[in-house]
Every structure is written in structure tokens, then in C-alpha cells.
């Protein structure tokens, strides 16, 4: 085991569906733009309340990526 | 953007689904009785299990309104 | 198991005596006007103490009763 | 020293000039309709940025007041 | 009532699927050493991805059972 | 001082009576099981209300003892 | 209101009893020695267990107390 | 509501005059290089004072904005 | 750089105007008695609301300086 | 990836070293009668110190095995 | 003291060696691509343990530098 | 065992070495001036990074003694 560095992101996923999915959404996003992803924490769950009462979905997740 | 206030109540919905499910039942009871309902915050998921092994979930959440 | 949704309330009961009296004066009000009480939770415990040296406790107590 | 209960409630101040400006916000909303308020805790301090840049100063403060 | 103790122990549900579907696989690995499940709090959410990008939910659930 | 490991376990006891019986009957139980038992902490003070009006003081504590 | 300052300082009270008499064995001694206690705050509650199994309850403190 | 995803960063801002200064600086900084600012939330408060007495207020703030 | 040691501690400051009056207020009393003041951290900011309706702002602030 | 159930237990390592020998002494001891140990968490650093001036270094780590 | 503004990053460093290593090993490569580092907080000791028994020393460590 | 009395302090040990040098800076300090000391509590691991890259490691420690 060689010494090792990873490098951590709070991304928020929004969605108009549920948890999970906004988990997934954000995680989606990260994986676009970052390689190396090896782990994630949920840091926070909320959500928004439009007007129409539509419910949006809110989750602060911390993504961990390897670090060349 | 003139001075607003909200407030906030604490609710705890329960389901026999899942947690997403127990959230969408406190919100939905919160909506019955309080208007403008702007946003919330899970805090805590929890549950109870029966004696005949049936689950409960159970979510607290934080809901916030807008004061007139 | 059909839906179910609590509602939390924070109350501080104050007691000449201990802490533990200080819980029950809280919950005892709590129960004055509040029907349903299911279960609660301490959140603090601090205390005052006057000029002439008397102790108040002081208990912050959640409760938690169901809504209809 | 009699026992004496206090029930706390969470307001969201949020004014365009300061934190300091949102936390006295949401006490006088609080001091309208409730009588015996004897003290409060901020709890949060959070922002809104509009579209314009404007900034929406945003001040979660649990407010204590006594039963009569 | 009479005096009655429960012991909590914490497992971490994993599952391919969802957050949701991790705790009820922690959960029924509970099940099958321990009886009198009565409770328990989900205390982390957290999750693994894969070289292959495959997720992995992980949830840390603490479960409390009565002892006789 | 040689090296000494102890293992924690979390108990919650429960009494009619009130929080420091709630602590002692989890101390108890503990007891009779465990040998070498060093130190505790108090980590949360809950309660239940039955339809009765009737309380069940909660203590959670984690107890410390010493493996041989 | 002039402007006023209070200091902060931590003791932790031992007793054989119970807690209640650990926090007050706490501030009889702060008492001795500290003009002003204004307030306190029980920040956390342990305990010692002797080779005799004699019951040793730990309260740690936060005590203010007015500056001149 | 279409899925959304927002980044989080934390920055520092100091200022020589108050808290709110200090806040203010940091959001400055943030959006020179970064689009689509939607809200914050301060998480630290602290100070540092020079050998001759100045002091630097710091207020440490997470900072949100929308991904493209 | 030599070995240091600074010690912490915590003072609560009051004042009639502001939040950021209050911190001053605790740090110019921390002054006159303390020499090698280096940082402080913010802990909390509650208040107080008097009879008269006026304000007490009041802000728990953890001093350190430095020991010779 | 199939379900997988990991169970977390609580040791609190002693040594009268360093913290980093503490922390080993605890996953010595736990690997003795646990298979499949796969992570741990430094929950608490502590210590104690004798009459005789001697200091013990304790760490509380959580280790996490995977259950059959 | 004119108004500076710091920004701050999660790393993770790895060492198969011990968590005073692991810090370093963040440190280092923080180093490598950030001018102006200022200070850092160790947020999180963990550990991995890999089938043949080696432990991986984690150490989460979030890292200021000052932004021209 | 009779009633005791312990007072806590905070120190902030600092050592160019390591984590495990700063504490023992700390702890000899305290020892310097303090009778009784008894155990002691690590709350926070920082760091500063002078201009010339040197590190500094800063323990912070509550530190518990006897009182008389």
C-alpha cells in the first residue's frame, strides 16, 4: 500500500423525485468532470417547496476522488 | 427584497414504506393546516419494528413557512 | 401500520428542586393543553442561580404528540 | 422561585442589510403575537444570493417565553 | 411498567440499489441473530463506487433489542 | 501501566421512577453479564408517555469494561 | 444594561449518590471560591465503577460568573 | 424543476472592522471567479489579534453555486 | 519555531447595541487582565430580553493566549 | 456487488507510548477475536494520568467487521 | 490589515505507516499544486484494513491558502 | 468515596515535531503550575504553515485536576 491522497467535494443534487435520486444526481455530475471517484458521504437531506407545491428533493453529498 | 420571517415546526412522519414515503407524509400533513411552506430539512430517521416484525419509518423533519 | 404524523414542541421546565422535577413541570404543562403526547427528549440541562443563592433547574424537554 | 415553563419556537429572520438587522427581524415578528419572551439562541446563519447579486441576510434564532 | 433495558449494537447495511434497501438488509442480518428487535436510528449514510463505476449504498444503522 | 484495551456496549435502561433509576437498572443489567466494568456515559435521555399518562424514563448509556 | 462580562469555567462534581448531587456538589465548590454565579450548564454526565462496585456519578459543569 | 446539481466551497474572509465586513469580503472574492452564487451558510466565527492589539475578524463561509 | 503553549479561555460578552459589540465588549475585559492574547472563536450568540422589552445581545467567545 | 452486512464495535485502546501505539493495541486486540475486521474511526483521544506522573494514551476506535 | 480571503479543501491522506504520517502525506501534496498554504484542521481519523492484516492510516485534513 | 471536585482548563500545545510531541508540550505546561492533574481530553488538531513551509502541529487539550 503506496501512500495515497484523495481530494473531497461537497456537491448538492436536486431532484423532483425523491432522495435517492438526488443522491444520484449529484453523483452523476461529479462523475463528468472527475475520475478517480472511490467514495461518498450524505452530509445534509432538505428540500424546497415551489409555489405550485411541487417538492424539490436537496441532497449535500461530500465525493472523495484518488488524486494522480 | 423586503424583511420576511418564517417559521419552523418539527414534524415526524411515519410509514410503513419507506423513509421517502414517511417525509412525503409529514410534509403532507404539514400542508393541511399551514400555508406557505417554503422548505425543510431531514433530521433524523429512525424506526420501530413490531412484534410481528413490521416496520415503521419514521422521519423528522423541519419545515419552514413564510409569516405574513 | 397506516400513516402517522407527530408534531415536536420544545418546552423549558423550571424546578426549585432537581432536574428531574424539572422534566416532570414541563411535561405536566405540555400535557395541559396537548393531547396525544407519544414520547419526548431532553435536549439541555442548565440552571439559574439568584442573588440570594437559590438554584433553578432548568430542563429542555422535546415532545412529541400525535396528530389527528 | 415557583416552577415556571417556557416554550421555545424557531423563527427565520432575513433582511437585505445585515445579520445583525435579521436577527432583530425575526424578534419583532416573534413579539407580535407572543407575550413573555424572555430569550433567544441563534441557531444559523445562512444567505440568499439573487440573480441580481443581492444578498438576503438569513437568521435562524430559537425564541423562549414563558407560560403563563 | 416495569424496569426493562435494551441493548443497541450498530451494522451497516450495503446494497447495489438504494439507501433504502440497505437498511432493511442491515436490518434483516439483525434479525436473524437477534430477537426482541425494538427500534433503531440511522446514524450515516455513506456509499462506495467501483473502478467499474458500480455504487454501493451503505448505511449505519444502530438497532436496539430488548434483553429479557 | 501495561497496554489495556476495553470494549464499550450501549444499554438503555428503562424505570417508572425516574432518570437515575433509569441509569442504575441499566448498570444493572450490565453487571450481570459483564465482568470488569470501568466507566459509563450518559449519551441520550428520552421517555415515553403510555395511554395511561404513565412514564418510562430512558437512559442510554455506554458502558466501558475491561478485556482480559 | 451596561455592558457586562461573565467568564466560563468547567468543573466536574463527583458523588456517591446520584447525579443531581454530583451538579450540586459541583457548584458548592465553585461557590467557594467564585463571587457572581449567574448560571450553569450540564455539558456531560459519566460515571466511575470501583473493583467494589461502588457507583461513582460525574457531572462536568459550565459555570458563568460576573466579572466586576 | 429540472435536475440540478450546485458545488460548495468554503472560503475565509477577514476584515479589519466586523463580522459582517468579514462575510461580505469572502462573497466578494467568490464571485469574481465563480458563476451562479445561490447561497451560503457561515460556519465558523473566529478572530486572530496582532502584537499591537488589531484584530482581524474571520468569518469562515460555504458558499454555493449552480454547475452548468 | 519553538515549543508553545497557549491556554483557552471562555468569557461571555454583553452589550445593550450589537452582536459584534457584544465580542468586543468580551475581548477588551479579556485584555486588561490577560497580555499575549493570540486568536478567539465565537461559541455562541444568544440574548436576553428584558421586562422592558430591551435587548441583551450576548456572545460566548474562547479566548487563547499565550503562556511564557 | 451482493448485500453485505458489516457490524461495528467500540474498543478503547490504552498505552503508555503515543496515541498511534494506543489505536494499535485496540486493532490488535479486536483481530484476536474477530475476523473479517475491514475499517475503523478514532472516535475520542484521551488519557490518563497516574500519581506518579505516568500518562496513559487511550483511543476510542470504532472497528467495522463483515458478518458472515 | 487589509482584507484577505482564504480558501479551504478536504484532503485525505494515506500511509502505511501511522496517521502523524498520513497528515504529512497530505500536507505534501497539497503542496504541490497550492501557493500560500496557511493553516489546516484534522477533521477525521479512519482506517482500512486489508485482508492480508496491513493497516491503511487515514487522516482527513482540510487545508487553508490565502487567494491573491 | 467521598465527594470530589475536578476543574478543567484548555491548552494548546504546539511542537515543529508532531501531534504526539504538541500534547506532551501541553501536558508538561499544565503540569507546570497545576497539582493533581488527573486525565485530559484532545478536542482539536490544527496546524500552521509558516512562509517558509515549516509546520506547526497544535494540540488542543482540556485538562482535568483536583481540587483541594
Avoid at 435517492?20 to 461518498?40: D, N
Wanted: proline share 1%; charged share 30%.
Amino acid at each position: 500500500m503506496a501512500d495515497k491522497v484523495f481530494k473531497k467535494l461537497t456537491v448538492v443534487g436536486c431532484s423532483s423525485e425523491s432522495y435517492q435520486k438526488a443522491v444520484e444526481v449529484g453523483l452523476s455530475k461529479a462523475r463528468e468532470s472527475l475520475h478517480g471517484l472511490a467514495w461518498f458521504e450524505v452530509k445534509e437531506m432538505r428540500g424546497g417547496i415551489g409555489p405550485d407545491g411541487k417538492i424539490e428533493w436537496q441532497a449535500s453529498i461530500e465525493v472523495a476522488f484518488k488524486l494522480d
